[in-house]
Every structure is written in C-alpha cells, then in structure tokens.
C-alpha cells in the first residue's frame, strides 16, 4: 500500500466529518431511505455540531481530571515512601473499571443530580486504570543505569523525576491516556440517558422513535471521532517515542 | 585524598563488600581490578554514596562523605557509570552538560566546556552535540559518558570501566588523555578495569578485590603485583600467556565455581590480546 493512501484516507474522513456536522442537510438524500413514514432524517432536536463539541469537551474534562490523578498517584506509589500503598491504589482503581457505567451513572444521579456530573464521574473513573497501569509500567520499566546515572550526577528526587523519569516514560504514559480517551468517547453516549448533552442523545433519540438514520448519524460521528482521535494520539506517541531515544529507527 | 576505613556492604546475609580499608592519596589514579562479582562497583558506589556502607567510613580530604547531602555529594564527584547510562532523550551536548546545568553554570561557560571536552574525545561539536545517544556508536557513547563524568571539572573521579568498548587505539588514546587531565587538574582517580594492561599503564596503584575482600593493594611493580596471582594463573583461576608474560584472568563466575551450564566460558570476558597470541589457561 502506498505511503500517502492512510493519510489520505483520514484527511477525507475529516473533510466528511466537517461536512456532515456544519452541513448536515447535503447529507439527507443519503440517510433518507433508513427512515419511513417521512419521519426527519437529520436529527432535528439540536444542532449537531453543538452536541459533538460538547461530547468532546465531557470526554476531555473527564481525561484530564483521570491523567492527574492517575498519573499522581503512580508516581506516588513509586518513591520508596509510598511503596507500600501500590496494592491498595491498584485495587482502588481496578474497582473503578470492573463497575458497570450505567450503575455508575445511577449510582451518581441520587448524589450529583441528572446532567454532566454523572457522565464526568463515570467517565473519570473508567479513564483512571488505563492511565494508571501504563504510568506504572512507565516508571517502573525505565533502565536501570539511565536511572542510576542520573542519581550520580545529583540529580534530587524531583530533578529525577522531572528530568528523566517521567520523560522516558511519556510514551507509554500517552497510550494510556489514549486508550482512556477512546473508551470515554464510547461511553461517553450513555451519559444521555441522564440528561448529559452528548451525541448518544442522537441515538437515544433514534430508538426511542424507531429512527435508524438517527441511529446511524449519532454513531457514525462517535466512531469518526474515535478513529481520527485514535490516530492522532497515536501519531504523537510514535513521536514522543522518537524523541525519548526509545526506537533506534 | 579518600579513606575508606572499615567498609562493609551487605544485603540482607551476603556480604557484598568486607572490610575493605584503603587510602587513595591525592592527586593519584587507584585502579581497582577483581572477579565479576567481586564488589568494585559496589565499593565505588559507597564512595559518591549511591550506595550506604553497612559499616565503615569514608572520608574525603578529610571530611566524611555523609556531611553534606547526597545530591550535593554527588554533583561534585564525577562518576562515569558502567555501561555509559547516557540519557537517550538528551543530546550529547545535553548529556555532557548535565552536572554543571544542576551546579548552575552560565550558558557561556557551559557550552565553552562542552565543546572542549567534545573536540578532546574527537567528537565534533557541531556535528555530534545534537545527536541523540542512540545515533552514535557503543564507542562513540562510552566516551560522551566519560565526558559527562568530566564536565564540571571535579577533584574525585569515579570511574567503571569506562573504556571497555573502545578499540584498542582510541583506547590508548583515552587512557592517554585521561592521564594528561589527571595531571593538569590534579584530580583523584578511582579506576575499575578487567584489563591488566590498562591497570598496570594508569594505575599508581592497583586493588585487587576478590569476593568482596581487598587481598591486595600496591603500586604494580611491588613484587605482591608482580608476582602471584598476575605471573602466572592461579588454581581455580583462569589466565593466558603471550611471549612477554602472563595475564591472569577472573572468571564471570566466583573463582570457586566451575564453568558450567549455567555460566559458559563464553560469557567469560576475555581481553582481547588473549585470543590473538596468547595462549589460554583454565
Ligand atoms: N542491590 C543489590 N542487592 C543485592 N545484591 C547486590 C546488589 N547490588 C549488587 N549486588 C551483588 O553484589 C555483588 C557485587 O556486585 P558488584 O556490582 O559490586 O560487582 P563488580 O565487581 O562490579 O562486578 P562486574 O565486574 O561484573 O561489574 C554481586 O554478587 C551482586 O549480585
Ligand atoms: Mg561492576
């Protein structure tokens, strides 16, 4: 396969993205044999593009919330004086991931009250372990004479930390941050059935009037979006990678 | 000048270093030669403290090492660490620079010194000081890691075999410029080889560890050098000889152990004459 034809076909997904959000008229004669007794073919309850900007604003809120934290509390659990709580924080966070999101949501609801909170909630807590894991395995893979060296020049603990450890470790650390983003745009579309303004509002939407074209438009965008997201965090993953030495490419 | 009086080093029940008690007067290089195993870079590292002693001092010019804080120890100690430990996401020029950005050197003075200590390994400033580690040769990397070590031109200089991947010309060369600095700045060196050519040519004296012990601790032509164990191969020891004399080499393994499965004679570190023209002992 040619080296051009991957960006080529990401460019056009965006291009489409674009197109169908801003101009989601062009699209109807498209999606118009999905639906029937003349029922809308665009979603018509709200714009679109607004809904997609704030599914995205959810999923990074609840992202960047998760990488502090999680990358905190790896890093906490790696000097000496808080290695005691490794399995604690490990077990913490691995409940955070075997809850199913909907029982988060109804669990959240009661305490925060319909709308976003619930949905950041349940999103932060699906978005620690990936982070978690991966900045663990980051900090505590890293070579052991790169580490030594760097106490031998007189490095402090933050020095090392900030200089080296969590330089080295920055690849491994954004595909955690990668993995979080791509479950928390899928999960993302729960969040409206607590009133969460997301795209799964779209869909929602669909199946409760039988609509498949809402179905598929809610889904495509969510999907769209994993993807072009997917590859951007990817790409500069293989760049930070390149940057830290890691790859002798 | 450093004394180590009475160290000890042990990890949970092995004793990793015993008892080892030397005097490296100033301004002199002690180089310390021994079995795999037998604790040199343990003792080295007692003296920058990245390691604390079990027991015993260590005092430097008179002062013991644990008077002032670690990292500051350290910043004033160069170390060149086994195997170069050079940071793969820093340039050369970043790697060299390390101690005196941490000591706060101004720009000008930092650069002027990188660039010295670069043209002194033959290593062209404009060509490889923006290079990543990864992207120079095993020997080219080995002699950032002694430059590195260099930088902000300390009194005590630790040294882990930090020639072991150069060819035998640049190695010269090396050992050469290592002396050549050695007697402008005065400094003190602490040398670990496997090489006895290379511990006979810098050493003003030689240690000779063993399971932890210092058997030995002399200038290298006092007869305890010159003799037994170098002249000729110990038992349970391996060696080679060549026409001018004989080398005697340690083993990988401890010197009781036998190569076996576990420890191939393959993984031993033969110097690299001893192939040539030399013949082996086991
Ligand atoms: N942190 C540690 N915990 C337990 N044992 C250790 C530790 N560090 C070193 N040792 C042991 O101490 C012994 C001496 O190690 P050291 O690195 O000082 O040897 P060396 O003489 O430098 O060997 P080489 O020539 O292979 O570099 C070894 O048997 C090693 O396994
Ligand atoms: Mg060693």
Redesign the pocket.
Known sequence: MKAWLPALLRLALVVLLVAFLTNPGWFEPLLKPLTENNAPVIYNQGSLLTLTVLHLRTVLLATVAATIVAVALAILVTRPAGAEFLPLSRSLVNIGQTFPPVAVLALAVPAVGFGEKPTLIALFLYGLLPIFENTLTGLTTLPANVVEAARGAGMTGWQRLLKVELPLSAPIILGGIRLSVVIGLATATIGSTVAAKTLGEVIIAGLLSNNLAFILQGGLIVAALAVLIYDGLSAIERYTARRMGSEAE | MIEIEGITKR?DT?T?VDDVSMVIEPRTIAVIV?T???????LLRMINRLVEPTAGIIKLDGADNRSVPGYELRRSIGYAI?GHGLFPHRTVAQNIATVPVLLGWDKDRINARVDELMTLYQLDPQAYGPRYPHELSGGQQQRVGVARALAAEPNVLLMDEPFGALDPIIRTKAQEDLLAIQKRFGTTIIL?T?DMEEAVHMGDKIAVMDAGKLVQYARPAEPAISSRPWSAPAKGRSGCCRSDGCVTRWRTAPPRAKPSAATPASATHWPSYCGRAGRRYR
């Open positions: 990890y092995t990793v021994g795999s195993g037998s604790g040199k870079t343990t086994q670990v496997h």
